[in-house]
């Protein structure tokens, strides 16, 4: 990647291919220089856990089919006359006898540096129809909504609005999310039949094969110049729909989602935990991407992500970060915790903690001296520390409630309200840092006591939700009329 050494054709499709990234290339490149010319760039990201055998395979048939088109086009001068003479012409000429097919190329090996520099282009050039070179699989034609463009128009035109989430249903109009409503999209609405072919152009074979096989899958869709759309495209009774989720090109920073500066201490631990919750679409990705890429500029340390799927792409600052995706690289979140205590991690992000062994194990990577950062599904700090501990058997409950005081460093617990004027939407948060008192609260199973440090500890950097509610109230941000839907105390935003 340096330009000392070319690099190989393989590699090349493969980024273009959009099957990895440039970092994962360069990584995947070192790693074949320290083990030597004995193992083949295919082999180290195969072992790596980029790229599946399929695709491996598939980036292989691609590479044979570029070196097929070199070598046709170094010999043009011995192609057979055009095709495209006059018709008059050609029934004058005398008929030729039928030309053997050409012997088929050798399959070659994987990540071999190709002879000659290939154009990005070759990779999509189909090769001369001749019988023994095989044209390359067509991906289905992309469905044109309206004057959008097909399905990345719509998502790109969805970006520049500021939506989202954008919805894609057979026969019905597509929608957009904007300021956390659901908007028509203003175009035509494509058919059933129409609305499956835009999102199966957008799903590789295993994605399809996924799709068929359960009904629905998860991943992650890219628009080059805008960014990743988080993805799930399910069967329901009509057809065929779909969601995706806007992940902008690079992570946020605290300022940029209206978050407070004092969030930035919770990067400065050095080990124990610390949860983002909330509700689905409020912001907990983002949040936590931003505590990543704060982390990432801070300090110099090995950063572990397990996503289902990967959303915002991390490049390599002061850390080293490395992001594993469920299914791709790993089997679940539990058995990529596992490995990752033997991976010499000093940061360990989890994009969800969703079961037992998940919640176990990130516990006890916080009390083995990591730093864990996760995401949980709830509403407010102390249904936090419930839900933990209740996700145990009674029997271990009271141990987990020792581990839990040990180990919890923080609960972030926000909501996205929309803003008074019509501008998108505001972050409002309730944080718990778990002083020595806090903690003690929850070894003795005294959590609902809690509710009062979090009113009367601003000086700690806590607050209730409903203090930043109101909090935006006073400040005109958020109307009186929407503060009163999400909180929780209705006198107190009265007050």
């Known amino acids: ?58 980036l292989i048939a691609a590479q044979q089919r570029v070196l097929a088109g070199q070598r046709e086009k170094e010999a043009g001068g011995a192609a057979p006359p055009r095709v495209d003479a006059a018709p008059a012409a050609r029934a004058s000429q005398p008929a030729r006898p039928p030309q053997k097919p050409a012997p088929e ?217 490395n992001q594993r995706s469920v299914k791709r690289h790993t089997e679940s979140f539990a058995r990529a915790l596992r490995a990752a205590l033997r991976q010499d991690p000093d940061v360990i992000v989890i994009g969800e903690l969703r079961d037992l062994e998940t919640i176990s194990l990130a516990l006890t990577a916080a009390e083995t001296g990591h730093l864990v950062l996760g995401t949980l599904h709830t509403d407010n700090s102390l249904r936090t520390l419930n839900r933990v501990v209740g996700a145990f058997p009674a029997d271990q409950q009271e141990q987990v409630r020792t581990m839990l005081a040990e180990s919890l460093r923080a609960v972030v617990s926000q909501r996205l309200l929309p803003r008074a004027d019509g501008q998108g939407r505001v972050a409002a948060i309730e944080t718990l840092i778990v002083t020595r008192a806090v903690a003690n609260l929850i070894r003795e199973n005294k959590v609902f006591q809690i509710q009062s440090i979090l009113q009367t500890g601003a000086a700690h950097g806590m607050g209730l939700l409903d203090q930043s509610i109101k909090a935006h109230v006073q400040a005109g941000t958020v109307s009186r009329e929407d503060a009163l839907r999400f909180c929780s105390d209705p006198k107190m935003i009265a007050a």
Request: hydrophobic share 40%.
């Open 1 to 58: 990647m340096s330009g000392k050494q070319p690099v190989p054709l393989l590699g090349r499709l493969a980024v273009h291919l959009k099957m990895i990234s440039m970092d994962q290339l360069a990584e995947a490149l070192r790693v074949q220089g320290q083990a030597g010319e004995e193992r083949n760039l295919g082999a180290v990201l195969r072992e790596l856990g980029y790229l599946s055998p399929a695709q491996i395979e598939k």
């Open 105 to 321: 190329p050798a399959r070659a090996r994987a990540g071999a540096p190709a002879g000659a520099p290939a154009e990005q282009a070759a990779a999509e050039r189909p090769a001369p129809a001749k019988p023994a070179v095989q044209k390359p699989a067509a991906r289905p034609a992309r469905t044109s909504v309206g004057a959008s463009g097909g399905l990345d128009g719509v998502l790109r035109e969805a970006a520049a609005r500021g939506a989202s989430d954008v919805h894609v249903h057979g026969g019905s109009e597509l929608r957009l999310r904007l300021a956390g409503k659901l908007v028509p999209w203003d175009g035509d609405a494509p058919d059933a039949s129409a609305a499956e072919a835009m999102l199966r152009d957008a799903l590789d074979a295993e994605a399809r094969a996924e799709l068929d096989a359960r009904g629905q899958v998860d991943f992650c869709h890219t628009v080059e110049g805008v960014g990743r759309f988080r993805a799930n495209v399910y069967r329901q009774q009509r057809g065929l729909d779909g969601v995706f989720r806007v992940i902008p090109a690079r992570p946020p920073t605290l300022a940029e989602l209206g978050l407070p500066r004092t969030m930035a201490r919770l990067t400065t631990f050095h080990q124990g935990m610390v949860l983002v919750t909330g509700p689905t679409g409020c912001g907990k990705t983002s949040t936590l991407a931003a505590l990543v890429d704060l982390i990432n500029e801070e300090r110099r340390e090995h950063v572990l992500t397990i996503e289902d799927p990967i959303e915002y792409l991390h490049s390599s600052k002061r850390c080293r970060i």
